[in-house]
């Protein structure tokens, strides 16, 4: 294993330099800090910031991450409930957690590792990922701990806190069907999201297994955005009236209550003309007119448990795994019997 005297040494500068530029000091050019992580990255060398906490009697320093929550339009409130949980276990047992937000600028200026090197993290969360983004990648070599939430990354200090989205949204489905709903219109998430594609899945399964299709017209494409799942449900239904589905499946909360509103705008009733399920289990959805059915998965205990997950890989790497937590279906008055 590479050690500060291999970085020194390969990087032609003294082991002092190499020290300060791993702890931040400004007194060290950007070209040269830069030049000294690429050499650490390269040679698979991480500082033991878990010694050093320790030596000074604190505990180590983690981070959320925040991937895309500058770039995209989302505003519901699954970030801040994810967030939430994880301050919960922090608070529960004295971590400390910092927060940040990597947007795609960030990721091509700095590696992962950099970046914690930097901050002097000894593991992040990381929320929000793309598998598109070029942290993705990077995270599978890293030798510093993560854990990822509703991603699955491949790699040996590397857990992940999900649910089945694809048997949570099968069962989802398989309620439209048993209510005798046969044209189905389904509202498609983020191409880029790994949810988007497990959660399609599992309608196809529960599709499939009725025999029923869903021709391209039905699929709705709304990158788990409010004001496009609104204009596009608005024109489909512009488009077809009533003629072609008789209820919506969305892949998030917050664009069913963008095709509620088109809905309610264009004259039409839930569940009377169309009924309309939902995902994610936000708080509002029991306080829309009417409530919203959908999938709760209960994103205060992802964030809690992501967290403690975490803390159990720092303190023993061989604790990194998937931790696949329960959903629940919850029947509300959008969705009526045909």
């Not at 060398?45 to 320790?54: E, K, Q």
């Not at 399964?205 to 017209?217: E, M, Q, V």
């Not at 003629?243 to 209550?257: E, G, P, Q, R, Y």
Request: charged share 25%; net charge positive.
């Amino acid at each position: 294993m590479a050690t500060i005297k291999d970085v020194a040494r390969k990087a032609g500068v003294s082991i002092g330099t190499v020290s300060r530029a791993f702890n931040g000091y400004k007194d060290i050019p950007e070209t040269t800090r830069h030049s000294i992580l690429k050499v650490a990255e390269e040679m698979g060398y991480v500082p033991n910031i878990n010694a050093r906490s320790l030596s000074a009697k604190k505990k180590p320093n983690i981070a959320m991450l925040m991937s895309g929550i500058l770039e995209e339009r989302r505003s519901d409130e699954m970030p801040y409930l994810l967030m939430k949980g994880a301050f919960q276990y922090a608070s529960k047992s004295g971590m400390n957690i910092a927060t940040y937000s990597i947007d795609s600028k960030l990721q091509r200026e700095k590696t992962y590792d950099q970046f914690c090197y930097e901050h002097s993290l000894a593991g992040t969360l990381l929320f929000g990922l793309r598998t598109t983004d070029l942290y993705f990648k990077s995270l599978q070599k890293s030798a510093i701990p993560c854990v990822t939430v509703d991603v699955t990354v491949k790699g040996p200090l590397i857990g992940s806190v999900i649910i089945d989205d694809a048997a949570a949204f099968e069962d989802l489905t398989e309620y439209l069907v048993r209510n005798n709903h046969r044209k189905i219109a389904i509202l498609y998430g983020r191409r880029q999201a790994e949810v988007t594609s497990k959660r399609w899945q599992g309608a196809k399964r529960a599709l499939d297994r009725h025999g029923l299709t869903c021709p391209k017209s039905r699929i709705i494409e709304t990158d788990f955005d409010y004001d496009k799942a609104y204009q596009r449900v608005r024109r489909y239904l512009e488009c077809f009236g009533t003629s072609d589905a008789t209820a919506f499946l969305c892949m998030s909360d917050l664009t069913a209550i963008g095709a509620m509103q088109a809905i309610k705008d264009l004259g039409y009733h839930v569940p009377d003309d169309f009924s309309l399920a939902g995902y994610d289990g936000s708080n509002i959805t029991r306080y829309t007119d009417p409530g919203i059915t959908t999938i709760d998965q209960s994103p205060l205990e992802k964030g809690y448990a992501a967290a403690q997950l975490l803390s159990e890989i720092i303190a023993d790497p061989k604790a990194a795994r998937q931790l696949v937590l329960p959903h629940k279906l919850i029947a509300r008055d959008s969705i009526r019997k045909i």
